[in-house]
Nanobody, 119 residues
Framework: QVQLVESGGDLAQPGGSLRLSCAAS????????MGWYRQAPGKQRELVAR???????YYADSVKGRFTISRDNAKNTVYLQMNSLKPEDTADYYC?????????????WGQGTQVTVSS
C-alpha cells in the first residue's frame, strides 16, 4: 500500500495561484500513474491532471493552459501548479496513485485538500 499526503490547499482570489503537493511513501514501485482529481459540491468527481511513470501528461479541457502537473522522483512527490484560478476551480482535490503490474491493480487516495477560489 501507498500512503499519500497532500498539502497546499487554501483560499485564493480569482486569477491567483496555488501549488498542491502529494508525497508518496510505502510500496511505490508498482505505481503506473499519479493524478489529481477534484469534486465540487453537487458534482461528480473528475480527473484534473495525470502523469504516467513514462512522463506522459493529461489535462482536463477545463484546466488546460492554466494547470501544470509535475513530479520529483527523488522526493516521490507530485505537484499541481494552479494558475489563473477561477471560482469554478473550487473543490476538494484528491491525489491518486494507480498501480498496474500484472495481478496488482488498485488505487490509493490521499485525504483531500480544499481549494476555495473567491473574492
Amino acid at each position: 500500500q501507498v500512503q499519500l499526503v497532500e498539502s497546499g490547499g487554501d483560499l485564493a482570489q480569482p486569477g491567483g495561484s496555488l501549488r498542491l503537493s502529494c508525497a508518496a511513501s510505502g510500496s511505490i514501485f508498482s505505481i503506473y500513474a499519479m493524478g489529481w482529481y477534484r469534486q465540487a459540491p453537487g458534482k461528480q468527481r473528475e480527473l484534473v491532471a495525470r502523469i504516467t511513470s513514462g512522463g506522459s501528461k493529461y489535462y482536463a479541457d477545463s484546466v488546460k493552459g492554466r494547470f501544470t502537473i509535475s513530479r520529483d522522483n527523488a522526493k516521490n512527490t507530485v505537484y499541481l501548479q494552479m494558475n489563473s484560478l477561477k471560482p469554478e476551480d473550487t473543490a476538494d482535490y484528491y491525489c491518486n496513485a494507480n498501480h498496474q503490474r500484472g495481478f496488482l491493480q488498485y488505487d490509493d487516495w490521499g485525504q483531500g485538500t480544499q481549494v476555495t477560489v473567491s473574492s
